[in-house]
Each structure stands twice: as C-alpha cells, then as structure tokens.
C-alpha cells in the first residue's frame, strides 16, 4: 500500500492525517507493508528531522517513508500520454502498490485551480520531464490557468486526467482555515472528493472586491509558505488579482532559505534584465527548464505593477537580481503613496484570494 503526502513546504496536518489512515488499516494491513510517498514534485526531499515534525516521531519509527525524486530514472516507470499529451512517468512504488490513497488539503491555487487531490500524482510523484510538461509556457501563460479556475483550466484538467488515468483507490483531503486547523475533511472517490472539497475552499478561501487598489499589502502565509522567495510569488499573485496596472504590491515573506539555492528559480531570474525581457526569453526557449514557470508568473506581476518586499533573510543586492526591491518599514512604503491611496491587505497572503468582481 502507498500513501503520497505533501512535502514541507506545504501545512498539511500530516501529522494528523497520516495516523487517522493507519489506524483505519489497523488489522488490516500491516505497517511493514505500508509506504508514504512524500510528493515533493521536483522540490528537495525532506531531511530526517523535518520529517519528525511533519509527521511525528511515532510515524517516522514505525512506516517506511520516501521522498520522491523526479530526477531519479531508477524510481519511476513510464505509464504513457495522458492528458493533453503529457508524457508521464511516476514513481515506481506508487505504480506497484496495490492499492494507492492521496493525502492533501485543498486550497486555492495560483494557476492549477486548486491544490490537493490529483495533484498528490501529479506533479507530486512525477517525472521531472513530466512536470516540466506540465508547466509549460503554454499552460502557464493561458489566463484560465490561475486561482480558482476548474473550468478549460489546462493545468487542472490535465493533472486530474492523469491521476484518473493511473488510478487511486482512495483520496483524503481537508480544508483548513486561517490557524491552519482543520474545519472540514473529504474522502472517497479521487475526482468527487476533489470536486466537494474545491467548492468549500472555494467559499471559505475567495473574496470578491468591486475595483482595483493602488495598494495591495500580502504576505506568504507564514512558516511553512515563507520559506522562500521561489514560494513568495505566490503571496504576489494573490495581491496582483486586485491591484491595478501601474500599482504596488508590498509582500511579507521570511525567505529563511533565500531563492532557495537548489533549483534553477534564481538562475532564470537573473538572467534578463528585466521582467518583459524574461517573459519574451521564455516565449522564444524551445524547451520547458526546471522552475521557469514560477519566474514566468513572477515577472507577469511585474510587468504590470511594482513589487516590494520585506523580507529577514535577504539583502537589497539579492533582490535587485530578482527586479525587485526592499523596505524594512512597511507603513512608511504604504505612506509613500499618499493618502488617496486606496489599500487592500491580504494578512493570509494567498490563503484568502480576492478577485475583482464582475458586477
């Protein structure tokens, strides 16, 4: 039996969850023939110590836990074209295992719709030339590939397609609230529990807004969303949903493990001197590279408006690669703008989604 979880960037409450479904399969299966798959998608496995915290001590001790890796040819299998065309590959014990369960929580998400269910396949247990596949300019550029969006949402239909298509015996899924406790739980049915739990997040987590601000305030949620910049562009995405075109956006985001160094987010960052320019490189590049899509969202926002952060770990030079600035005081950087300003504050930063309302 294989169980995928979300890796540590994530506020699953795994360690919650995770005991809730063992103790279910008490009697049932044994633990020696139990495996958590931590779905990492393409991001750093987990180290021993953060997987203590994550899921507990008695977990740990007790099931075999792995982290994923979408780099390692030796611990995937190919499954074919799925989707629109995606090749997929996934992880070789996922596809052995008798039965599969997906463990998630279901939030709104910057361009899949939403997180949890299907996307505890994929992109969590995926091969990176999948994943890449996945967040290709194409998809990423389409402007139903954003928060909330489930209808003709690329992204969204093909990791639901891929996960319908490989097969999950059951899927566990909460929705949690501003504390990131828990306020409702879903399981059954991948594809129905998914859909069940979108429309509670959906009105739990969106927020409509008559008009634009010149002043949109964010931040990335807290430990574990603030980690890095690479997951900061999240909190500005969730602030560019209601600024207006020329305005600023103030984000909040620690950055404790800065870019983050692994990865290639910082290097595609860097490497145009500016954001039109990195929005045209990307356009023109034949192939899909490692986190090109999270700059190619970054430096939309920044097309369009200007973005400020706040951050403890990182330096003005450092932030000058990634076009953009600092402040150590976010009231004066507010003040800057005058008193006409109009002002919108996410506290949650991309936990609760404005959006500007049609009517």
């Not at 690329?154 to 828990?182: C, K, M, S, Y």
């Not at 290097?267 to 954001?275: F, R």
């Not at 005081?329 to 005058?338: L, R």
């Amino acid at each position: 039996m294989a169980i995928s979880a979300c890796d540590g960037t994530r506020p699953q409450p795994r360690h919650l969850m995770i005991p809730a479904v063992i103790e279910e399969l008490d009697g049932i299966v044994d633990l020696d023939d139990i495996v958590i798959l931590v779905a990492t998608g393409t991001h750093r496995g987990n180290t021993d110590a953060e997987l203590r915290a994550m899921f507990g001590d008695e977990v740990v001790d007790g099931v075999r836990i792995v982290n994923h890796d979408a780099r390692d040819g030796s611990t995937l299998r190919w499954v074919g074209r799925l989707g629109k065309d995606v090749p997929v590959w996934l992880n070789r014990e996922w596809l052995d295992a008798d039965v599969r369960i997906t463990t998630g929580f279901v939030e709104p998400h910057f361009f899949a719709g939403f997180s949890g269910g299907p996307k505890l396949v994929a992109p969590g247990l995926a091969a990176l030339e999948t994943v890449l596949t996945l967040h290709d300019a194409s998809r990423i550029g389409d402007p139903r590939a954003t928060w909330g969006s489930t209808v003709g949402n690329p992204v969204h239909d093909d990791v639901r397609a891929i996960a319908a298509g490989t097969g999950v015996d059951f899927a566990f899924d909460v929705v949690l609230n501003r504390e990131q406790r828990v306020v409702s739980a879903f399981g059954g049915d991948l594809l129905a529990m998914h859909a069940a739990a979108i429309e509670t997040a959906r009105a739990a987590a969106m927020r409509p807004v008559p008009a634009p601000f010149d002043i949109v305030v964010t931040t990335n949620a807290g430990y574990p969303l603030d980690q890095n910049l690479y997951q900061a562009v999240k909190g500005m995405s969730a602030a560019h949903q209601v600024v207006r075109p020329g305005g600023t956006i103030i984000c909040a985001a620690e950055c404790r493990d800065g870019f983050p160094d692994h990865g290639s987010y910082r290097e595609v960052l860097s490497s145009s001197e500016s954001p039109r320019a990195l929005l045209d490189a990307i356009a023109a590049r034949p192939v899909t590279v490692p986190d090109q899509w999270q700059v190619q969202i970054q430096a939309r926002i920044q097309s369009t408006a200007r973005v400020v952060m706040h951050t403890g770990y990182l330096t003005d030079a450092e932030l000058a690669t990634a076009h953009l600035e600092q402040t150590k005081d976010i009231a004066a950087a507010v003040s800057a703008h005058g008193t006409d300003a109009t002002i919108c504050v996410l506290p949650e930063g991309p936990q609760t989604i404005p959006y500007v309302s049609a009517t």
